[in-house]
Each structure stands twice: as structure tokens, then as C-alpha cells.
């Protein structure tokens, strides 16, 4: 079992929908969780960072967490083309400094 | 410009030729760290620096070396490389105050092919 799971997609959504992307990780002692995007051939950048159970939003983006379900999801409201990108979940692993582990991505293609 | 610098961006060698990719961070920034990228696995941690001298394995460091004399550079080293080195790499960055909650400010990667 991977640490950090992610459903490599495409996940393709119309333009102006909401595109839902889900994580799930292994690490029960795990307290820290990132959102990254990673357009083709780019460097991650961080989108959002979430460490208490529940939603967190900002702008268009909400991270929701469930530890208890080891659950991480990112909800991309009113998608635009440029959205279009991989998106990487990042688990912060118990016992260690910024030891992050990463999901191999979710790839997400928003159309006109 | 707050920023992680890596060089070179693009680099072709064959087995065995030693070569260093070298990353710089202007950030002042404890942390530094290497990642490789490869399809269908993610971004895996190779070595990663808590602070100058401070250096220690990740997940896939064989094959791999680094070294942190000075705070803003931390160059990876490949004494051999060989084609299963093939990939993209990162180096990231952030400051090292505990909790796990930094930010790592990656560079813009480096494509490396050995033949």
C-alpha cells in the first residue's frame, strides 16, 4: 500500500463545474496536509495546506480533512481551463520534519 | 525575488560520467531538499539537510550524494549515474522550526538523461 494514494485521472469536468479531488493516506499520526499544483513540465506550488478536521477555503479552493477516514480532498469551485494541471496531495509523515511524502497526482483537464 | 535556483535545467550524459546538479535558495531557508519525479510514482525524497553539515538519507538516496557546506546551496552529486537515474529532479526549501507545517519552495527542476 502506497502512502499516499491519489486516482491518476484524467478527471475531465466543463468548464465552470466543481472538480473534486480525493486523497488518502496511511500514516494515522499524520498532522499536516498540502495541496500542490503542477502544471507540465513545472515545479509544485503550493495551493493549500490544511491540519484540522473540516473544511478550509480559500477563494475557489476548499482542502476537506477526516482523519479518522485518513482523508484528504480539494474542491475547485467554478473550474476555469487554467486549472487545468496535476494536482499533488503532500502528507507531512509522523515523527519527522518536513518529511513529506507525496501522492503521484491527479491529473485534471477542465474544458471549454 | 524570494526563489530556489537549480542548474543545469536540462542535462544529457552517459553512464557513468560524474556530474553535480547544484540548488541555491536566497531564502534563508534551514531546510533544503531533493526530490525525484517519475511517471506514475510521484515525487520521491532522495537526501534532505536540516541545517549546514546536517544531511541525511530519503526514501531513494542510493546511487545519490549531497553536501551542505553553506547555508544556500546544497548540490546533489552523481558519482556513476547510471539510465535508471533518468528523470526530473527538485530541490525544495523551507524554514525548519518544527511542527511540520513549512511550506517547501521547490525549484523549477531539472530534467536529467543518462544514456
Known amino acids: 500500500q502506497k502512502e499516499v494514494e491519489q486516482n491518476s485521472g484524467p478527471l475531465s469536468v466543463p468548464e465552470g463545474a466543481i472538480a473534486s479531488l480525493n486523497c488518502t493516506y496511511s500514516d494515522r499520526g499524520s498532522q499536516s496536509f498540502f495541496w500542490y499544483r503542477q502544471y507540465s513540465g513545472k515545479s509544485p506550488e503550493l495551493i493549500m495546506f490544511i491540519y484540522s478536521n473540516g473544511d478550509k477555503e480559500d477563494g475557489r479552493f476548499t482542502a476537506q480533512l477526516n482523519k479518522a477516514s485518513q482523508y484528504v480532498s480539494l474542491l475547485i469551485r467554478d473550474s476555469q481551463p487554467s486549472d487545468s494541471a496535476t494536482y499533488l496531495c503532500a502528507v507531512v509523515r509522523s515523527g519527522g520534519y518536513n518529511k513529506l511524502i507525496f501522492g503521484a497526482g491527479t491529473r485534471l483537464a477542465v474544458h471549454p | 525575488e524570494a526563489q530556489v535556483t537549480q542548474n543545469p535545467r536540462y542535462l544529457i550524459t552517459v553512464t557513468g560520467k560524474k556530474l553535480t546538479v547544484t540548488c541555491s535558495q536566497n531564502?534563508?531557508?534551514?531546510?533544503m531538499s531533493w526530490y525525484r519525479q517519475d511517471p506514475g510514482l510521484g515525487l520521491r525524497q532522495i537526501y534532505y539537510?536540516?541545517?549546514?553539515?546536517?544531511?541525511d538519507k530519503g526514501d531513494v538516496p542510493e546511487g545519490y550524494k549531497v553536501s551542505r557546506k553553506e547555508k544556500r546551496n546544497f548540490p546533489l552529486i552523481l558519482e556513476s549515474p547510471s539510465p535508471n537515474q533518468t528523470s526530473l529532479y527538485f530541490c525544495a526549501s523551507s524554514n525548519n522550526r518544527g511542527g511540520g507545517r513549512e511550506t517547501q519552495y521547490f525549484g523549477p527542476g531539472t530534467r536529467l538523461l543518462v544514456l
Open positions: 531564502m534563508n531557508h534551514e531546510y
Open positions: 539537510s536540516m541545517n549546514v553539515e546536517v544531511t
